[in-house]
T-cell receptor
């Protein structure tokens, strides 16, 4: 089956620093999604990407859909303590239906 | 925004009993919902696709007789863990799509089987 390789597995950063994480796949996805999950909660959608090459921002978050459709990255600028959580990438073959394949997550810790 | 309400948020049950988890789409109709299982510090593993008015589609390795899924209406899908055992203890999460891209997740159910 399809697999997503998400890196890094974890990050420990100082408040104010920028963060970058990425996902790569051996196969093509037509939609890339980035979620954040906090302890004991379900994932919350941060950014959705629908076109190869697309660069989308949501506040301090920026994500890009790789040209090859096999990768995506998420950047967080000027991190704050509430950015702490697990960030998951997910790929979908279909844009508005169908199941998602999730990466293994990046655990972010922000030190004040 | 689209909201998926999942209940209960946590449940402790005795080994051998059955537990039902509900997911309701509060402000949209969901012909399809997805059920995931998540172990501590691991990613979400898709268990099954719940289809309104028809049988669920289970992922390889997931026992359909153990994890019963019912999607009787466009706003309600249920997952019943039958004859639960300690190894079934996990975090179960559902998701549905309001029709836009991406999915809305429920808040999850922490199941502990003792």
């Amino acid at each position: 089956g399809q697999q997503l390789n998400q890196s890094p597995q974890s990050m420990f950063i100082q408040e104010g620093e920028d963060v970058s994480m990425n996902c790569t796949s051996s196969s093509i996805f037509n939609t890339w999604l980035w979620y954040k999950q906090e302890p004991g909660e379900g994932p919350v959608l941060l950014i959705a990407l629908y076109k190869a090459g697309e660069l989308t921002s949501n506040g301090r978050l920026t994500a890009q859909f790789g040209i090859t459709r096999k990768d995506s990255f998420l950047n967080i600028s000027a991190s704050i303590p509430s950015d702490v959580g697990i960030y998951f990438c997910a790929g979908q073959l279909s844009a508005n239906a169908g199941k998602s394949t999730f990466g293994d997550g990046t655990t972010l810790t922000v030190k004040p | 925004g689209a909201v998926v309400s999942q209940h209960p948020s946590w449940v402790i049950c005795k080994s051998g009993t059955s537990v039902k988890i509900e997911c309701r789409s509060l402000d949209f109709q969901a012909t399809t919902m997805f059920w995931y299982r998540q172990f501590p510090k691991q990613s979400l593993m898709l268990m099954a696709t719940s289809n309104e008015g028809s049988k669920a589609t289970y992922e390889q390795g997931v026992e359909k007789d153990k994890f019963l899924i019912n999607h009787a209406s466009l706003t309600l899908s249920t997952l019943t863990v039958t004859s639960a055992h300690p190894e079934d203890s996990s975090f179960y999460i559902c998701s549905g799509s309001p029709g836009d891209y991406g999915y809305t997740f429920g808040s999850g159910t922490r199941l502990t089987v003792v």
